[in-house]
């Protein structure tokens, strides 16, 4: 069973930075994608950034563009979301998300809460 862990989030200040990690139970080759999403209170989940494994290809929503940066590290098995220039409007649970080369299978982290005072 595939399992991913989110950490590194927390409360920060307006302007702050924050660097989200992912790490997988297992080696991150067995994913085709990985990313991340957030969903705030009272709203549905949305889409934020995702990370080819092969190919390393990056893909963002408009509103994170120019602020936060998704990269991989094959060795540990992580996928990061560098957070930087946050806003309040940035405050949510941030929830990685990977689907797998085989079958298109989804799996889901349990979510960090990222807490951006104006």
């Known amino acids: 069973q595939v399992q991913l862990v989110e950490s590194g989030g927390g409360f920060v200040q307006a302007g702050g930075s924050l660097r989200l990690s992912c790490a997988a139970s297992g080696t991150i080759f067995g994913f085709n994608t990985m990313g991340w999403y957030r969903q705030a209170p009272g709203k549905e989940r949305e889409f934020l950034a995702r990370?080819?494994?092969?190919?390393?290809?990056?893909e963002y929503t408009d509103s994170v563009k120019g602020r936060f940066t998704i990269s991989k590290d094959n060795a540990k098995n992580t996928v990061h979301l560098q957070t930087d220039s946050l806003k309040p409007e940035d405050t949510a649970v941030y929830y990685c998300h990977a689907m797998t080369r085989a079958g298109g299978i989804n799996y889901w982290g349990r979510g960090t809460q990222v807490t951006v005072s104006s």
């Open positions: 990370i080819s494994i092969v190919s390393g290809i990056t």
